[in-house]
């Protein structure tokens, strides 16, 4: 019994370790990483400097726990211990046990270490010991998101792999829900967001290519080559079909792989799956959406559905029509015609006639009947028509695109290419009525700075001009720099206006002619042009930008987004504004602990479970 339990494996850090009692192991779940170790921790050491408790190995642990028995049970004290690494403990008495460490390593003469320099201090157990053990995750897992990273093996300015990035981007998840759903978490309606990389880079370049590469590359600046080949390649990799075959089979695997291997783990799930993906690895998701065949079973469900209120509906759909109709009086007369729905709809002017319903009622129930048609009409042709989900014209890189096994609820891409690509495989626009087959929600996010990002809606709507949506600061209102901008810009736009009325009125009152015989006429047309002043179009730029923006959220943006918005932009920071050069490459790798990024993707996710925000933000849609 005793090994089955040192036996026992123990999830931590939400499910994604796992910790082998036995082995003293803690274990990535999701992803490749070198295992760490477990400490059962009972005696530990503090140096001056140290801000805090550092645990002995658990072997010397028990040689420390052995020697203090002994000088308690015995009462001897100032016994002396030596240390693995040849230090020295000495224990004084239960409240004073101290840890020597030598200013110099024996010789070859074998001198022994001297006890100088200042102890540290011993401690058995964990009383008084002020230890930041973290309260954990909420247990429910309310929607789970799969992040494919771009270009490389770092994800960000300080060389992060895609884990550590996603671990970033998850605990500011965290710090966001109880910030803005802490009424909803209170209530016990939510619990969090679960956040997977999905790693492909490794995959790619353990194809062997890597030594190809070396073999041609030139000896020269060794460390750029070296990492072009590493990182800006992957880029020409995806555009050769040998190589985006294997991207493409790579991403959809692992994201099939860890779907199933989640639900293994958590079998109570019944939340969506979202996907995400920075830079390149957002072209890769859009590729793969767009190439995903949408379940043939949805439209001979609706085809089924229709059909079935149609006939099954019978006699009582019938009753249910008279009374909406308030003719509930005539329903012997349909159940003695054996009149159904479908019969009804037959039904002409003379057929109600002979069954000697009066005209008033006929006219009400013909109204009904033509305008039910008319809708059902409309739907048909909605779902005939080629134009309601046309095909994109893509010439994508020739590959077997692979299926998911589930469909994405939203799709969000940071720092995206996707318009940029589209527009050099010869994408002109994007069809209004086109949306991804399976995933009905698309989100292009980015820094205004970030030299990768392109915009999505001028492809849809390429004949007018209009802004991305301002993303909402977190903590609900504009960036100073950003409304003192503003500020100014409408400040000098209405001192010019008023500037221009005055020279205006000034120059039409000095060319204006003294003459007393035409003093009413002048008086007239003094009130014309003052009329006509006023009469005269505001200048464009005197519009004040929250009303241009708040305009700009009701543009018609097509079926991508299922209606709504798709490009939205971070507000920079005040010391990015300075100089857009000298921040590009930190715009393009900021959204991994960005809090207004982090916030719209739980926003979105969570609106889809009919849960919003305890206080909606300002600007947001």
Known sequence: ???????????????????????????????????????????????????????????????????????????????????????????????????????????????????????????????????????????????????????????????????????????????????????????????????????????????????????????????????????????????????????????????????????????????????????????????????????????????????????????????????????????????????????????????????????????????YISSKEETQDTNKARRVSPETNPPLPLSQVSANYPQLDYKPTIFFAFGSPIGMFLTVRGVKRINPNYSLPTCKGFFNIFHPFDPVAYRIEPMIVPDLEFEPMLLPHHKGRKRMHLELKEGLTRMSVDLKNNLLGSLRVAWQSFTRAPLPAVEGASAEAEGEAEASVEKQPEPKAEEPPGAVKEEASFINVGRLNGGNRIDYVLQEKPIESFNEYLFALQGHLCYWESEDTVLLVLKEIYQTQGITLDQPLPGSQ
């Open 1 to 367: 019994a005793g090994k089955d339990k040192e036996d026992v494996v123990v999830p931590t850090s939400g499910g994604r370790y796992d910790v082998h009692l036995k082995r003293r192991q803690r274990v990535a779940v999701y992803w490749e990483e070198e295992a760490s170790e477990v400490r059962r921790c009972t005696w530990f050491y503090k140096g001056d400097k140290d801000n805090k408790y550092i645990p002995y190995s658990e072997t010397f642990s028990e040689e420390l726990e052995e020697a203090y028995m002994v000088a308690v049970t015995l009462d001897e004290w100032k016994k002396k211990l030596e240390s693995p690494s040849r230090e020295i403990i000495i224990l004084h008495n239960p409240k004073l046990m101290v840890h020597y460490h030598p200013v110099a390593s024996s010789d070859d003469w074998g001198s022994t270490p001297t006890e100088q320099g200042r102890p540290r201090t011993v401690k058995r157990g964990m009383e008084n010991i002020a230890a930041e053990i973290p309260n954990g995750e909420p247990l429910q897992i309310d929607h789970l998101v799969f992040v494919v990273h771009g270009i490389g093996p770092a994800c960000d300015i300080r060389f992060r792999s895609i884990v550590q990035c996603v671990n970033d981007f998850r605990n500011v998840s965290l710090s966001m829900l109880q910030a803005h759903f802490k009424k909803a978490q209170e209530q016990q309606q939510i619990g969090r967001v679960e956040f997977l990389p999905v790693n492909w880079h490794s995959s790619l370049h353990s194809t062997g290519v890597d030594v190809d590469l070396e073999r041609i590359t030139l000896p020269s600046i060794n460390r750029l080559r070296h990492f072009i080949n590493d990182t800006i390649l992957d880029v020409f990799f995806y555009n050769s079909s040998t190589y985006c075959q294997t991207i493409v089979d790579t991403v959809a695997s692992e994201m099939n792989r860890l779907y199933q291997l989640f639900l293994q783990r958590n079998p109570l799930f019944k939340g969506g799956v979202s996907i995400a993906g920075h830079s390149l690895g957002s072209l890769i998701l859009f590729d793969l959406l767009t190439n995903q065949k949408a379940a043939p079973e949805e439209d001979e469900h609706s085809q089924e559905g229709s059909r079935t209120a149609s006939s099954n509906g019978g006699i009582e759909a019938v009753k249910e029509i008279l009374e909406k109709l308030e003719l509930s009086e005539y329903c012997d007369v349909f159940e003695k015609e054996k009149m159904d729905r479908q019969a009804l709809f037959l039904c002409t002017e003379k057929n109600l006639k002979e069954m000697g319903i009066p005209l008033g009622p006929r006219m009400k129930i013909l109204h």
